[in-house]
């Protein structure tokens, strides 16, 4: 076996090795510094500091993009060029037109294999596409009609708790929203997606639960330079190397990460077991997450198996990319309605109404077709996934040379207008959800207002022709090949839950701790100002009017 000094010595080797390598190939490259973009003071750490520890998310990025255009030339660690882009036309063309020709960046797919594990949102190329051919068929609008009576029932769990809290404060309480909405979703995505009760809301037996506990927050929350530095290193450094390091390096982030992958594994393999055993539907043509995977995993075909790992890999990928990233987006909900009333109220009296005629057809509940027909609080989705994207941008790398076409002219440092860019393979770029999604030319000189009317009106939707995303030209849930194969069902959770929530309970700030940052860790989620580190969205709730008369 090696020790920890032989293999740091072995790191530094390679990793001199590969920087060098880097800097020969950085001399050939069409360079990007033609472009204007912000001052950068750090060799060593870039402008990443002014995105990773922005005092809250995308605050710097956007006045960037305000003040250079929607094409910009960043510093990366180490004097790397990034290119940053929040131009539609070149957005589209990365993520639509480019095929596999843009791959993820080695620190994106080194986060994705750590809080994910190596599935599909690690995977690349033709293994990526395999893979989500398998998939698909696992997120089809069918399935969902499914899971609907799942989703609701874990929803009303969710507000009997709170209304015993309520109950117990004299029928008006302060509840912290995030901590509630992990656990909602964390309970939904079991009962639905693998049949499997993690009874978080119950705080029954979910070590998995526990150990997520500020799991992010405390990793990825205001990055160190050193930590930034860190991430860096990896792109200079061969896989296995990385791999070790990853497994081995004794840092407090790292071995809270190890921990919980290890119970992520530990209870994907305890649901493999259980449905490989008890699933009645794997020889059957049933189209359920769990009847899919397990199907892929027996099958003999090389081109639809999926290996025990691979198996295991696409289980702990479901498990993170399916909750947290729901439960951000539902708090972010219920935030902006909390901040207006009259919006509150308008989607409540929409719920009631849909749920009357439920109830005039003999309906005992509301159907998928229900929550289709349902325009504002679709609007309400709408406009909250486009203000507040839980994902502020993705990381590219351009896998050969290529010219990237621009929808804004731009001016470059020299004052030449230009209405393309030549990247060379292997240049590194961060497309910014955020900005795109409050774009003015895209969405008007409101774009900073939350406004869910924007989306009832036929007109703006025709004006929106960006052709981005897969949910109202909003890029939230990413856009092309490797868009969010969990969107539809993502909405469906998310629409069931507020109609719950919102039925039954009226949603205040709370005086005193309603200065609520939107806060970037590998997702963007709520935070106090002044109590930073810990996800929180304190909101006062009480029942709302008229839903004592309900039963
Ligand atoms: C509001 C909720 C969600 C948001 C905003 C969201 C957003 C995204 C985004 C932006 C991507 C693309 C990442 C990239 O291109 O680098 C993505 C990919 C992915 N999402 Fe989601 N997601 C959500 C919910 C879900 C759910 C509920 C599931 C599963 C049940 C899921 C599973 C996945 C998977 C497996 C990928 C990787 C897809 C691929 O690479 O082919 N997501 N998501």
Known sequence: MFDFQTLLAAACLVSFGFIGQKLIQRLRRHSIKYLQGPECHSWLVGNLPGIFRAEYAVKNEKRWVEEYGTALHIKGALGSDILYLADPKAMQYIFNTSGYNFHKTRQARVISSLITGKGLSFAEGNIHARQRRIMTPAFHFSTLRVFLPRFRSVAKKTTQKWNEIVQRMGGQGVIEMTSWMSKTTLDAMGETAFNYKFDSLDDG????????????????????????????????????????????????????????????????????????????????????????????????????????????????????????????????????????????????????????????????????????????LAAVMKETLRYSPILSLLQRQAGRDDIIPLSTPLKTKTGETITSIPVSKGQVIYA??????????????????????????????????????????????????????????????????????????????????????????????????????????????SPAPDSEDRG
């Not at 390091?245 to 992958?261: C, D």
């Open 432 to 541: 910014s959800i955020a900005n795109y999604n409050r774009l003015k030319s895209v969405w008007g000189e409101d774009a900073d207002e939350w406004r869910p009317e924007r989306f009832l009106d036929s007109d703006y939707s025709k004006k929106q022709k960006t052709g981005l995303g897969v949910v109202a030209n909003i890029a939230t849930f990413g856009t092309g090949l490797r868009s969010c194969i969990g969107w539809r069902f993502a909405m469906t959770e998310m629409q069931t839950l507020l109609i719950e929530f919102i039925d039954m309970f009226e949603y205040a700030p709370v005086p005193g701790k309603d200065d609520i940052i939107p806060a970037t860790q590998t997702i963007i989620s709520p935070m106090l100002k002044g109590d930073e580190g810990h996800n929180q969205l304190p909101l006062l709730i």
């Open 205 to 376: 037996h979910s070590d998995l639960s526990r150990v997520y506990t500020n799991l992010i927050p405390d990793s990825f929350f205001k990055r160190s330079d050193k930590k930034l530095l860190f991430e860096a290193i990896w792109s200079y450094i061969p896989w296995w190397l990385v791999t070790i390091i990853l497994r081995i390096l004794p840092t407090h982030q790292l071995k809270r990460i190890r921990e919980y992958m290890k119970e992520a594994r530990r209870v994907a393999r305890h649901i493999i077991d259980t449905a490989r055993q008890e699933h009645p539907s794997v020889k059957g043509g049933a189209k359920d997450i769990m009847s899919i995977l397990i199907k892929a995993n027996s099958s003999e075909n090389p081109k639809t198996k999926l290996d025990d790992e691979s198996l295991m890999a696409q289980m702990t990928t479901f498990m993170f990319a399916g909750h947290d990233t729901t439960a951000a987006t539902t708090s972010w909900a219920l935030y902006h309605l909390a901040r207006h009333p009259p919006a509150q109220k308008k989607l409540r009296d929409e719920i009631r109404q849909a749920k009357k005629n439920a109830a005039a057809r003999g309906d005992s509940d509301l159907t998928i077709q229900d929550l289709d027909s349902m325009k504002y």
